[in-house]
């Protein structure tokens, strides 16, 4: 019987001993200590700030999840042909150097790449309007690159065969701000439009996407002094 009470006090000591390490522990998260945050599913209170939504937050809404819930389908119901996205071959990077350089080796000050795309098509009668999405990134070089860049891209419509044909193309420009590291870019462009005629799919056409050195804007005029 001694024993059995023996037995009883050490477990109602170990049991006792859990419960003031508990209370510690929970006196510890409420006695003020800022850096911890306890989630109270209980509580009215509004949910903390979430961080801001990155690049590929941004292009992932708008060509993930909410895509799937905008109507793609033509007034009959059928669903809308998008044609799909190339990059124009000798298009996929857009390296520059400093005036007079070529942009390789050491006179490289930055290089930019296109690493993904999307569309989202809408049809109206025969006309298609199509919004296309250019994702990338732009590496600084051994030259050093200044802290904001401009990348100019291009995306056109062409109709598809042995001759191709542009039938649209717009220019976009987006500014992308440089670390060390080097930063990234994303684009949406939305006044795409081509008609497609009844008997016509997709296949007839192809999105291209590409950089256009040729789109930089334009440096503004140095004004002139007489002395």
Partial sequence: MQHRRVGQATAAGKTGHRYAALALAMSALLSGCGD?????????APP?????????????QLFGRQAAAVDTSSPDGTEID???????????T???????KQPVASELNFQATITRTAR?????NN?????????GRVIVG????????EVPLRAAVVQAGVHERVISTQVYRTT??????????????????FAMAANQTSDSFVFYVGFDPQAVTPAAPKSSRRK
């Fill in 36 to 44: 911890v945050k306890v989630n109270n599913p209980f509580s009215t």
């Fill in 48 to 60: 903390p700030q979430e961080d801001l939504p990155t690049i590929t937050d941004r292009f992932n």
């Fill in 82 to 92: 998008c044609p799909v996205v190339k990059i124009r071959a000798g298009a996929s």
């Fill in 94 to 100: 857009y390296a520059v150097a400093p005036p007079g």
């Fill in 120 to 124: 989202e098509c809408r049809r109206t």
């Fill in 127 to 135: 006309m298609i309007t199509a919004r296309i999405g250019i994702q």
């Fill in 142 to 149: 051994p030259a050093g690159a200044p802290a904001t860049v």
């Fill in 176 to 193: 992308v701000a440089l670390t060390e590291e080097g930063g990234t870019f994303s684009v949406v462009g939305e006044d795409l439009s």
